[in-house]
């Protein structure tokens, strides 16, 4: 697996809205929904609105690819 995140970080600028978030989530076990915003657009350099992201999130969950637990992810 983390030979597949270093592949995916190479490319990164490349890669989908939903790829980052998944990536800065298995970077950093918990985040919330501002914090996964606020890593994605200032250290990725993404431009995204925070209402994509919390749609994005959304649609993983229902994906059953993440689980929110209180306010986390």
Known sequence: MNESLALQKFSFNDSSSKEKIILSLSENSSLSTKEIFNKITKELST??????????????????????????W
């Open 47 to 72: 431009e995204i609105s925070y209402q994509a992201v919390h749609k994005t999130l959304q649609e993983l969950e229902e994906d059953k690819i993440i689980e929110k637990t209180d306010k986390e």
